[in-house]
């Protein structure tokens, strides 16, 4: 059993996670943002814990995840506001994974997407390109870091029931339901054999654990 932070914790696919994560034995402490997610949060059979990440300074972020041995990045500002983007899917995010470092917690499993890196293509202009932006500078600051870091990156995500199967090598992105989304970081986290990759996919014909390679 480990304990896992999991911050974000009343996303779509954090809802959806929590409750695998619990059926396989682990301690779950999810980080929401407003006391209002607290009963969708506590029904997953995971542990609420309100705090605002965006406002938590390094100190504050090494002292909430000191004592877990996973931190699950799954949080967002759900685009709009360029300048909150920035804050919390990189800085925010950067500094949870300088607070991981510091306070001993090696394994930290990111929640991209598809299209994050240098040449996601997203035009300055474009409302989605703060996000695109903030997400490939945060990725690229995980994987300069010495943590245990796995990189999840579905692409575009459905409310569509889960499969159980996707495709892992697919060179453009697609779609895939929310459902597998949470299915694959729960493979991840059961797998020490998806550190340091980066797991692109869509909806696919192979089976997660095998796809993923657990």
């Known amino acids: 059993m480990s304990r896992i932070l999991l911050i974000g914790g009343h996303g779509k696919v954090a809802l959806l996670l929590e409750p695998l994560l619990v059926a396989a034995g682990h301690h779950v402490t999810a980080v929401i943002r407003t006391p209002d997610h607290e009963t969708d949060v506590g029904r997953t059979g995971a542990t609420p814990l309100v ?4 406002a938590y300074d390094f100190d504050h972020l090494t002292n909430l995840v000191s004592g877990n041995d996973v931190v699950i990045w799954s949080a967002g500002a759900g685009g709009g506001n360029p300048a909150r983007t920035y804050a919390v ?13 510091a306070a001993g917690v090696r394994r930290y499993i990111m929640v991209s997407y598809f299209g994050a890196g240098p040449d996601h293509g997203i035009a300055p ?4 390109f703060a996000y695109a932006d903030a997400k490939t500078t945060a990725d690229a600051y995980l994987r300069r870091s010495a ?3 796995t990189i999840v990156a ?7 029931p889960g ?3 996707i495709d892992a090598a697919a060179t ?3 779609s895939v339901p929310r459902a597998d989304v949470a299915a694959v970081i729960a493979a991840v986290v059961a797998s020490d054999a998806t550190i340091g990759r980066t797991i692109r996919f869509n909806t696919g014909q192979t089976a997660i654990a095998a796809a993923v390679g657990g």
Not at 89 to 101: G, K, N, P, T, V
């Open 125 to 128: 202009e474009d409302s989605f």
């Open 172 to 174: 453009a992105s697609g």
């Open 163 to 165: 499969t159980g199967a």
């Open 89 to 101: 899917d990189q800085d925010a995010a950067i500094r949870s994974m300088d607070a991981a470092a």
């Open 154 to 160: 579905p692409s575009t995500l459905t409310l569509d």
């Open 147 to 149: 943590l245990d870091w």
């Open 51 to 54: 705090a605002d990440v965006e």
